[in-house]
């Protein structure tokens, strides 16, 4: 019995030093504005402010990530329209609604010729490669016919003075081995018209005009 009162008596020490201590720790803590909130109160406290802090850092990740794809998007949008526009200008040219400039050759037929001989050239032209067409001051488009008979020759309703010129843009390399290969257009041509004489020149840059006729369909639509 003695045994157990002095523990009992060992426990209740105990419990008063240690509740002294906590009113001293707090006493000494006061005015921190923590020291009136228990223990499970302190845990949510800590719980809460992790809790708000991933979501910051969520928040934080969210937006940079729409500041990143934004940026992308920009970029990507800048690139897609310079492509657009160069891909339409470049359209453009080849249809002639443009007026165009580069190298290519010059090809003068001085003499009386047939008019399917100056289409046969343009074709052959066409074949070799060559991006843009004119004949004098007149843009060649799909659908340019030479007409008329020899000496009062025509193109798009404008008539052809002689000698005539025909320009084309292109690899002149290319354009003026085509014309002048052995048994190549210029060759045929010679031979079967005697009285003309056909030189071709590797020209640095030539200027283009672009076509004085309507492209614009009359009837048909784009297919989208």
Known sequence: MRLRRNQLTLTLVALVLG???????????????????????????????NTRNDELRTEVASLQREAADLADKQSRGEISLDQLTSDLAQIRAWAGVDAVTGPGIRVTID??????????????????????????????VPGSAVAGPIGALSVENTALSSPIEVSAIGNSESLTGSLTRAGGIVAQLTATFPDVQITVIPVDKLDLPASRRSLVPAHGRPRL
Request: proline share 2%; aromatic share 2%.
């Open 19 to 49: 509740l002294l201590v906590v009113v001293q720790i707090r006493s000494q803590n006061a005015g921190n504005g923590l020291d009136n909130l228990s223990a499970q109160e302190l845990t949510v406290l800590v719980a809460n402010l």
């Open 111 to 140: 003499g009386p010729i047939a008019a399917f001989a100056i289409d046969d050239l343009l074709n052959e032209l066409r074949n070799a490669g060559a991006e843009a067409l004119a004949l004098g001051d007149v843009r060649i």
